[in-house]
């Protein structure tokens, strides 16, 4: 289990009035939270805003954080709250889930597995993001392509990467190193190329 | 004679027939709608299901999912919070387990094998007295035929329900907790819900990993006649509520015995717990009153005993509950002594 | 960009740098753009390796945070609450005056860890002295009575205190057992589901610091 170390020096840095180290835990978890708060709300937009609304709950409410969670448990726990209160206040309350099927062995399920509810702006530079990402993953060698992908998809720890592909964890932390190394020139072109493309305004 | 009222036109008729040919028809019209409890309670208590349904209580909503099952005679249910709490409450048979990651605990609860059933609170006619029982309507909900039917308290000591009864299934797909004012206080609702033949026992075991946690169990009793050497009992009671149940047991982290009294009026349960105070109650703090989400708690010292009364009814009726326990001594014919 | 540097970032994010190292990057972290962009693609990789669909991969998010933060005041002047005040109770009390009864109370449940009681148990019920089995007070046969004999007991002064938890969490799990299905059922999803309304005492948070880690 993660000792939450990098987490806590963030928090700690807000705390004491550092708003950008603030910047910096959104930067790492906005993602993580929209897909969450998106159980929710199927607008991406909608979802983000609510994300935003939680960040910021997240940020008032830092003085009562002790530590006794990981901060993203903490904050996790805020967006569900802060997603769940959206849906109601928006809709009638309480909440009633729609049921979309009816089987006659008296099953019926949740309505709808959450589909890609892409729109179409703002959506083609985030798919030319993933092409790019994926395209350079693949052009990584294969021991660079397995460490980031056991710490980004599995969530192992170096430790368990270093069991896993049988070498020290000095060389595991160099490997994802050098695999986001070699991401990143590709990424840094799509989002400083040409005046900020990939950064949309407002 | 119909055992269900299907169709609003069959309703008619039988009306009409009820007018002709009075009384017994009528008793039958009229006692339906616990019929339908009663069949909700049975499918509740013996069938296999499997769901996933929002709680709603004090503006907040979580989901939950539980999983029951009734095979050879042993029952297993296990409630999970889905939300981030991680909380699942896992019974196989008499063993009760509440596993909390977010106290790194696992409290377990072994209760007695024979647990009595006249402990359970059932729907009579004496009920009536207390609540006014209804079948309101019939509608679709989620695509299931419902009858909704309520069960409204006629004084403040208790809560009234509303309940969305599956015609086919006599599950309640939508229940809700109604304060004596009419105010919905608590809500359930299946979002999914099926019924299989067989649930494998690998849904009973818990997500959570508690490597590291700290398991409370209950211990054994002290050797010796416990729970008969007293005679814990409420001396005056709201109208209604009689006492089904008493036994004795020590709870999981807990070093003293409990007296356990169950009361019931039919519909809602209220348990009190009676032991000996540890250490120096706070002669300003005796007093403490609490909630678990729309259930109340009380909890008082009388004569050197810590006096606990929690149930699915309003703040003040566990407090009166609570307030009114004595222990009887019939050969003084007094209260117990001081300590 | 300094190798060492990005390599430090790298597995901060992670979580896999030393503390000390993490505190100072930590300020620089907050201070530069570069290394925040830096971060923040770090993150972004992340999102793709984990095809988190549906999601915005170039959303202003952040930004917007950012400025919203700007108009928020700093929070060193803020006190963390529970590490400052060691005598804090359990809970607050509702009311300035205290609970009303009626008032459906803020859900609470907080346990108070202690050592787990693995002996058996010897102590003696007590008092024993005076006390016999005896016949039940037989409680008012139900249906006998109006109702109007019973009074409703007048508003409690009740000094909301300490609820020794543990013994609330298991006579909910106990009294659970006894409840109608449906009553069972709302009563152990609000269980599964609450929350502490305020910081625990000094000796459960400590063991929960030490649990956690």
Redesign the interface.
């Known amino acids: 289990m993660?000792?939450?170390?990098?987490?806590l020096?963030?928090v700690?840095?807000?705390?004491?009035?550092?708003?950008?180290?603030?910047?910096?835990l959104?930067?790492?978890?906005?993602?993580?939270l929209?897909?969450l708060v998106?159980r929710y709300v199927r607008n991406?937009a909608e979802?983000?805003d609510i994300?935003?609304e939680a960040?910021?709950k997240a940020?008032?409410a830092?003085?009562?954080?002790?530590?006794?969670?990981a901060f993203y448990?903490w904050l996790?726990?805020i967006a569900?709250?802060t997603a769940?209160?959206a849906v109601?206040s928006r809709d009638r309350?309480?909440?009633?889930?729609?049921?979309d099927r009816?089987h006659s062995?008296?099953?019926?399920?949740?309505q709808g597995r959450?589909?890609?509810?892409?729109t179409p702006e703002?959506?083609v530079?985030?798919d030319e993001?993933?092409t790019t990402?994926?395209a350079a993953?693949d052009a990584l060698p294969e021991d660079l392509r397995t460490a980031?992908?056991l710490?980004?998809?599995e969530g192992l720890?170096?430790e368990e990467i270093a069991a896993a592909m049988d070498c020290p964890v000095g060389t595991v932390?160099?490997r994802?190193?050098r695999a986001?190394?070699a991401?990143?020139r590709r990424?840094?072109e799509v989002?400083e190329g040409g005046l900020g493309r990939?950064?949309?305004?407002? | 004679m119909p055992r269900k009222l299907r169709a609003s036109g069959r309703l008619c008729s039988l009306a009409l027939a009820v007018a002709v040919s009075g009384g017994a028809l009528a008793d039958e019209v009229a006692r339906a709608p616990a019929q339908w409890l009663e069949r909700m309670n049975q499918a509740l208590n013996t069938r296999n299901y499997d769901g996933t349904f929002s709680h709603w209580h004090g503006g907040q909503v979580e989901m939950l999912r539980i999983i029951h099952r009734v095979q050879d005679g042993t029952v297993s249910e296990r409630l999970a919070s889905l939300d981030g709490s991680g909380r699942e409450f896992i019974r196989t048979g008499a063993s009760l387990a509440c596993y909390l990651p977010d106290k790194r605990t696992v409290l377990v609860e072994q209760r007695p094998a024979q647990e009595s059933l006249v402990g359970f609170p059932t729907v009579n006619d004496q009920t009536a007295n207390f609540y006014d029982v209804r079948e309101v309507g019939r509608t679709r909900l989620n695509r299931r035929d419902t009858h909704i039917i309520t069960v409204s308290p006629k004084d403040e000591y208790r809560y009234g329900y509303r309940l969305w009864i599956d015609d086919t299934t006599a599950m309640p797909l939508k229940t809700q907790l109604c304060d004596p004012h009419g105010r919905v206080i608590e809500q359930i609702v299946f979002a999914n819900l099926t019924l299989p033949a067989r649930i494998p026992d690998s849904a009973f075991r818990p997500e959570v990993s508690t490597d590291g946690f700290q398991w409370l169990r209950n211990g054994a009793l002290p050797p010796g006649p416990q729970a008969a050497s007293l005679a814990w009992n409420a001396m005056r009671l709201p109208p209604g509520f009689r006492m089904t149940v008493r036994s004795a047991q020590v709870l999981p982290g807990s070093a003293t015995p409990v007296d356990h009294l169950v009361f019931t009026d039919g519909f809602a349960s209220v348990s009190v717990f009676v032991e000996v105070q540890q250490g120096q109650a706070q002669p300003s703090a005796v007093a403490q009153s609490a909630a678990v989400g729309s259930s109340s708690a009380y909890s008082t010292v009388i004569d050197g005993h810590k006096i606990t009364a929690v149930g699915e009814v309003p703040p003040a009726t566990v407090q009166f509950i609570a307030t009114q326990v004595k222990a009887q001594d019939p050969a003084a014919g007094a209260a117990a002594p001081r300590r | 960009m300094n190798e060492e540097l990005d390599s430090q970032l790298s597995a901060m994010f992670d979580d896999e740098l030393p503390t000390a190292e993490c505190e100072l990057l930590a300020r620089r972290l907050s201070r530069d753009e570069q290394l925040k962009a830096r971060w923040g693609r770090y993150a972004v990789v992340g999102a793709v390796i984990r095809a988190e669909r549906g999601v915005r991969l170039n959303a202003p998010l952040a930004g917007r945070i950012s400025a919203v933060l700007l108009a928020e005041p700093s929070l060193e002047s803020i006190p963390t609450a529970a590490l400052r005040r060691p005598g804090m109770r359990w809970w607050q009390p509702l009311a300035a005056s205290g609970l009303a009864a009626g008032v459906a109370a803020v859900s609470v449940l907080w346990l108070r860890t202690q050592a787990p009681v693995s002996a058996p148990v010897t102590a003696q019920l007590a008092p024993a002295s005076g006390l016999h089995v005896g016949a039940l007070l037989p409680a008012r046969a139900a249906g006998s009575a109006q109702g109007d004999s019973y009074v409703v007991p007048p508003t409690p002064q009740i000094v909301p205190v300490v609820v020794p938890s543990t013994e609330l969490a298991n006579y909910v799990v106990a009294h659970s057992m006894f409840s109608s299905p449906v009553a069972r059922r709302n009563l152990l999803s609000a269980f599964m589901t609450s929350e502490p309304a305020a910081a625990p005492p000094e000796e459960a948070q400590s063991d929960a610091k030490k649990a956690a880690r």
């Open positions: 993660s000792a939450d170390v990098s987490d020096s963030l700690r840095r807000v705390q004491r009035g550092d708003k950008g180290a603030f910047d910096a959104v930067l790492k978890y906005q993602h993580k929209v897909k998106m991406p979802a983000e994300a935003q960040f910021i940020y008032r830092l003085p009562q954080f002790r530590g006794d969670s448990t996790y726990r569900i709250n769940k209160n109601v309350s309480p909440i009633e889930y729609d049921l009816h062995d008296e099953s019926y399920d949740l959450m589909k890609d509810s892409e703002g959506l530079l985030t993001i993933r990402v994926n993953i980031i992908v710490r980004e998809l720890s170096y932390r160099s994802i190193f986001r190394e991401i990143d990424l840094r989002f990939a950064e949309e305004l407002g």
